[in-house]
């Protein structure tokens, strides 16, 4: 698998309108009000989470950058020739440092890319491929939580499927929610898949709660911007003033949790239904969990995941786990 490809290819399977139109009806229907926290993402939401990602608050992002750089070697040889398929890709800037080690031990990798902005996507794989000009890129415009299978694809066929997943991600998910997305990747990857896995630690509440409620705003923006696609895509009245952003710890979940609070009782309309608002009801935007490695190890086991290695920044920040797939999952 060489050759010089300028423009990657893209493959569009983003979630149909009447898709979104069900999950914002599902969403608010629930109590407390949330939505999938892919809808966060559109490309003004992408452009946000990486001037997120740039916060002095925020470290997760060059604690995980820099472990990938220091580390990469040792991951190559540990996850063997294959196909590399980034679940969320985003910017697509951490897989930098594995392709290049990859290269450099004659692995001839490949690189698949899923996320759900189709423009954000685009654009990321082009950067990346200019980097790589020798490493076949392949970019899948998806909900990959709701993905059944891996598209039908040259750069998807006859290889081991290594499945990459950074920026502690997973904590965006529920534990049970979490964990049928480690049995779903698990299918996903096929016999013989692997997963490298970046999981955030639990921290001090201060450094936590600061590093989601920066003092430049741009995770506020983030989460505002949310209310700003429901009113361009589904046809929503939201008005940003009737609320306020607030990120706080919630111990007995160890998860920070995100949220847009209504500052007053009112009633908006989206998705042709009218919805009312009490003052201080949040409507959730995302949550974030923190696992030790011992608790995430446990919740990958019930998914039908082994450890094979882990690796550590010196703080003990985050850890990078690498998953290998056991004979069957463990009862939990």
């Not at 082009?126 to 039908?152: F, I, N, T």
């Not at 898949?193 to 920066?214: F, N, S, T």
């Not at 009218?274 to 409507?283: H, I, M, N, T, V």
């Not at 550590?312 to 004979?327: C, F, R």
Request: charged letters at 20%.
């Amino acid at each position: 698998m060489t050759g010089r490809l300028s423009t990657p290819e893209l493959i569009n399977l983003h979630p149909a309108a009447a898709d979104m139109r069900r999950l914002v009806l599902e969403g608010l229907s629930r109590s407390p009000k949330q939505l999938p926290a892919w809808f966060l993402y559109d490309a003004e939401g992408s452009r946000l989470f990486e001037l997120i990602c740039q916060q002095p608050e925020y470290s997760l992002t060059t604690t995980e950058t820099a472990l990938l750089e220091r580390e990469a070697p040792a991951i190559a040889a540990a996850l063997g020739p294959g196909t590399l398929v980034e679940f969320g890709a985003g910017s697509a800037r951490k897989v930098s440092p594995l392709l290049a080690a990859m290269q450099a031990a004659a692995l001839r990798p490949a690189y698949v890319a899923l996320d759900i902005s189709a423009e954000h996507l685009q654009a990321a794989c082009g950067r990346l491929q200019q980097r790589h000009p020798e490493v076949p890129m392949l970019g899948v415009c998806c909900d990959y939580s709701q993905l059944e299978q891996l598209p039908a694809h040259p750069l998807l066929s006859g290889t081991a499927h290594l499945g990459f997943f950074p920026g502690s991600s997973l904590g965006n998910f529920q534990p049970h929610e979490a964990q049928a997305l480690l049995a779903q990747f698990r299918r996903l990857l096929g016999p013989g898949g692997k997963l490298l896995i970046g999981i955030d630690q639990p921290k001090p509440v201060e450094r936590l709660e600061a590093a989601y409620d920066d003092d430049a705003g741009a995770s506020a923006a983030f989460a505002f911007n949310l209310l700003n696609r429901l009113n361009r895509d589904l046809e929503g009245t939201f008005d940003a003033e009737a609320f306020r952003y607030r990120a706080r710890w919630v111990a007995e979940a160890s998860h920070i949790e995100m949220a847009l609070v209504s500052q007053r009782d009112h009633t908006v309309r989206v998705a042709g239904v009218a919805w009312s608002f009490a003052a201080g009801e949040p409507l959730l935007t995302e949550t974030s969990a923190k696992y030790s490695p011992a608790a995430f190890l446990h919740l990958a086991a019930g998914a039908g995941w082994r450890a094979q290695a882990r690796w550590s920044d010196p703080a003990e920040d985050l850890s990078l786990h690498l998953l290998v797939q056991a004979d069957s999952p463990q009862e939990l």
